[in-house]
């Protein structure tokens, strides 16, 4: 056999090679996207229901502050007043 034939032979076992090789590693990255893809969309899932339940009480938590107001104004007033004396105080020291 001749050089040239035993390189071409070569030349065409190693790239057959490459191919099965490329092949597989194709099919494991599909798989690794078809997952990450399904984790996104379960996260993604995740984030939507973790706002929904942090509206609602944020809702709720307004609605009591607002219905606490409307019971007590006088005692609201005096709080408010007491934080802002607080608040102005503390951003004063800097």
Known sequence: MSTAKATQTTTAAAAAKAHETIDRI?????????????KAGEVDD???AQYAQAKVKGQQACDAV???VKENP????GI????????????RRK
């Open 26 to 38: 194709a099919i494991h990255a599909e798989k690794a996207e078809e997952n990450i893809r399904a």
């Open 46 to 48: 995740s984030v939507k």
């Open 66 to 68: 607002s219905t606490y």
């Open 74 to 77: 006088m005692t609201s007033l």
């Open 80 to 91: 408010a007043f007491g934080a802002g004396v607080l608040l102005t105080a503390l951003l």
